[in-house]
């Protein structure tokens, strides 16, 4: 199972960027999936989760300006944040809970992404 993030960028305060990330392998079901970010020198922090039935939650820093969403049939997950702020610079890693199959045996996994770089200054 391997997660593909891409997206990121520079962007200046109050505008917008997309990351999405794809989830491939011998993929039988994805549960939850997740966006974390991670400013050097600090704890990986939670941005955003969803879950199967599309029932998300938010970290109180982004709510109202960061949406997250999930296409099933592609297996992907993806972050739209809004009005984006300084403390918004971060390395954005996406997660996902997989059952995959591997040599004939469900295997249930936690797998990241390899993390994607957004920038927000003037």
């Known amino acids: 199972v391997q997660l593909q993030a891409s997206g990121g960028g520079s962007e200046q305060p109050g505008h917008s960027l997309r990351l999405s990330c794809t989830v491939s392998g011998h993929v039988s079901r994805i549960d939850n999936m997740a966006w974390h970010r991670q400013v050097p020198g600090n704890q990986r922090e939670l941005v955003a989760t969803i879950d199967s039935s599309g029932l998300a939650n938010y970290a109180d820093s982004v709510k109202g300006r960061f949406t997250i969403s999930r296409d099933n049939a592609k297996n992907t997950v993806t972050l739209q944040m809004a009005s984006l702020k300084p403390e918004d610079a971060a390395v954005y890693y996406c997660?996902?809970?997989?059952?995959?199959?591997?040599?004939?045996?469900?295997?249930?996994?936690?797998?990241w992404g390899q993390g994607t770089l957004v920038t927000v200054s003037s």
């Open positions: 997660m996902a809970d997989v059952l995959s199959i591997d040599a004939g045996s469900v295997v249930a996994g936690k797998y």
